[in-house]
Structures are given as structure tokens and as C-alpha cells.
Nanobody
Framework: QVRVVESGGGMVQAGGSLKLSCVGS????????MYWHGRAQGKDVELVAS????????NGADAVVGRFTISRDNAKNTVYLQMNSLVSEGTAMYYC???????????WGQGTQVTVVS
């Protein structure tokens, strides 16, 4: 059974930092690209950052480039999202996701809430 479980969310002052973690199980983590998505209240889900299976190539949404960094430790089946210089627009539920290449089936965690306060 494929599972991804996020942690690390919380409340943080604007300008502060948080590091989200996501542990995958039930699949060959080192062969899967991983993604972080965010959903702000009342808005659509947006792709925040992505990482290839080996972590050598990463991408971030324009709004987070230079502030958020995705990384992974395949030995620990874990992907991270380091969030720096947080702003109020960063308040959202953040989801760790992956997708099975063979079936294109997507897998989502339960999400972890990040709230940025002024």
C-alpha cells in the first residue's frame, strides 16, 4: 500500500522558516519523482516544488524560487521542503505527492498545515 506522510507544519511568523518532511512507504521511493503541492483556503491546488527520483533536478514555482528548496534522502525514503522567508501567502495545506509512472495514478498524503502570521 502506497503511503506518503507529511509532518513539520505549524504556525510561523512572517519571515521565518519551516522544514516539512514526507516519508514514503509501500513503493520504491528512490525510483519515484516527488512533489509538494499547496492549497490555500478557497484556492486551487498549486504545484510548489518537484524533485526527480535521484534528486539531481528540482523545480520550484515562481513564487517560491529562492525561498523554498526541495530535497530528498532516498536512504530514508524522505523528501523535504525547506521554506524560508515565509510570507502570508504561504499559508496553506501542503501535500506530499507522487505518481506511478506505469499507471499515472497519483498518491497524496493527508497534508500538513502551514500558517504564516504577521
Amino acid at each position: 500500500q502506497v503511503r506518503v506522510v507529511e509532518s513539520g507544519g505549524g504556525m510561523v511568523q512572517a519571515g521565518g522558516s519551516l522544514k516539512l518532511s514526507c516519508v514514503g512507504s509501500g513503493f520504491d521511493f528512490s525510483n519515484y519523482a516527488m512533489y509538494w503541492h499547496g492549497r490555500a483556503q478557497g484556492k486551487d491546488v498549486e504545484l510548489v516544488a518537484s524533485s526527480t527520483s535521484d534528486g539531481r533536478r528540482t523545480n520550484g514555482a515562481d513564487a517560491v524560487v529562492g525561498r523554498f528548496t526541495i530535497s530528498r534522502d532516498n536512504a530514508k525514503n524522505t523528501v523535504y521542503l525547506q521554506m524560508n522567508s515565509l510570507v502570508s501567502e504561504g499559508t496553506a495545506m501542503y501535500y506530499c505527492t507522487t505518481r506511478a509512472a506505469a499507471t499515472n495514478e497519483g498518491y497524496w498524503g493527508q497534508g500538513t498545515q502551514v500558517t504564516v502570521v504577521s
